[in-house]
């Protein structure tokens, strides 16, 4: 058993990246990939999705992040789903970009609750990851910890029971698609940076310290003797785009990216002592925004112009700076091994998110120079400085 796991572990560092796993902090950081979340890069047309991913490399980046939705009850992946994603992943393989997919439903109630449930988005999953065998790395649902994306959070007393279900979705998808190849890399969590943790508030959500907590008390719970990720995925947004990067949250239960201390010792009190790897679990960065403006020369394809969300905003010159503080501070901390930004190309709905380099309809927005630039540095792992 002791050669089982060992031989298991150094086929996850070998495919993180050693530094990953056992580097040491430095002055100057250690290099990390950068890139974007973009469904928009999903496009029928070869060609379109050729450009679209371009933009990606243009912008410094080497990966991208895509989704794909699962229904209940559904075991194969749609031909026309994948001819979809394999539009993407061709034209990311010319540019040297790795492709990163997210899976889960689009209704908050389809959550794989039940054995039987789990077993088919499993199946899917290792299906899904057979059909495009140059992707290895896969994240398993999104923002378990929020009612938009997992009912029930709590059952009728008021007790979590998202926690234990979700962590036997984790370890059941972990079986299947280390199956299909021990290469691919699970990415456990995909949580959302706040909750209330309320189960008497109208809106059901976990903070990510509760939800992680939740996780290791049910993994230890379930007798598992093997891991059920290989990198924790987290969603640091801040509470608004005004906020810098640098912000922290010491006294609460959100988790940004300053709060990586925090981070590294609840997944320490979740999981060391057991096979599934705690504080020196990686960590990805799989979705972090800032909102800029929209000047008036570029709101031709935008609608909403008078949402609120929309005016949650900050200058360009404002975003390129978070965003290389983002990527300083990330490349910093030992066991960071990526950021996403959210997005490449900014909604056109102003009811949603325009937080990407590029304008809605493709035009560079003042921060891509910035932005890239930062993107090629923390790629190497140049940065000015660690704290």
């Not at 940076?193 to 379930?222: C, E, L, V, W």
């Not at 979740?270 to 990686?282: E, N, S, V």
Request: charge should be neutral.
């Amino acid at each position: 058993m002791t050669r089982v796991l060992l031989a298991a572990a150094l086929a996850v560092a070998v495919a993180v990246g050693a530094w990953a796993l056992f580097l040491r902090p430095s002055d100057e950081g250690h290099p990390i990939w950068v890139g974007a979340l973009e469904d928009a890069v999903k496009q029928p047309d070869p060609a379109t999705a050729e450009q679209r991913v371009a933009l990606a490399s243009q912008a410094g980046f080497d990966t991208l992040g895509i989704t794909t939705l699962w229904a209940q009850g559904q075991t194969q992946p749609d031909p026309t789903e994948v001819k979809l994603l394999r539009n993407v992943i061709t034209a990311a393989k010319r540019h040297r970009i790795r492709v990163l997919v997210s899976v889960f439903a689009g209704r908050p109630h389809f959550a794989p609750t039940t054995p039987a449930a789990r077993e088919q988005y499993a199946r899917y999953l290792a299906l899904l990851a057979r059909d495009l065998p140059s992707v290895h790395d896969f994240a398993v649902w999104n923002e378990p910890n929020l009612n938009g994306f997992w009912l029930p959070q709590f059952d009728v007393s008021g007790k979590d029971i998202a926690t234990s279900a979700y962590t036997a979705l984790l370890a059941r998808s972990y079986d299947a698609l280390k199956s299909v190849s021990p290469k691919i890399l699970v990415y456990g969590g995909s949580l959302a940076p706040r909750g209330d943790d309320n189960p008497d508030a109208p809106r059901h959500t976990q903070s990510p310290t509760a939800f992680i907590k939740g996780m290791g008390r049910a993994y230890r719970a379930s007798g598992r003797t093997k891991p059920i990720m290989d990198i924790l995925s987290m969603h640091p947004y801040l509470e608004r785009s005004a906020l810098p990067p640098t912000t922290r949250h010491p006294l609460g239960t959100a988790i940004g990216i300053a709060d990586y201390e925090k981070l590294v010792d609840l997944l320490g009190e979740a999981f060391d002592g057991t096979t599934q790897p705690g504080r020196k679990l990686p960590i990805a960065y799989t979705e972090f925004g800032v909102q800029t403006m929209i000047p008036a020369s570029a709101q031709e394809p935008y609608t909403n112009l008078q949402s609120p969300i929309g005016r949650d905003t900050v200058s360009e010159q404002t975003q390129a700076e978070y965003y290389r503080q983002a990527l300083a501070l990330a490349a910093c901390q030992p066991t960071a091994v990526g950021v996403l930004f959210f997005h490449l190309l900014d909604e056109p709905d102003l009811n949603r998110w325009q937080s990407g380099p590029y304008y809605a309809d493709g035009r560079p927005k003042s921060s891509l120079e910035a932005i890239r630039k930062a993107a090629e540095q923390a790629r190497k792992g140049k940065v000015a400085s660690c704290p």
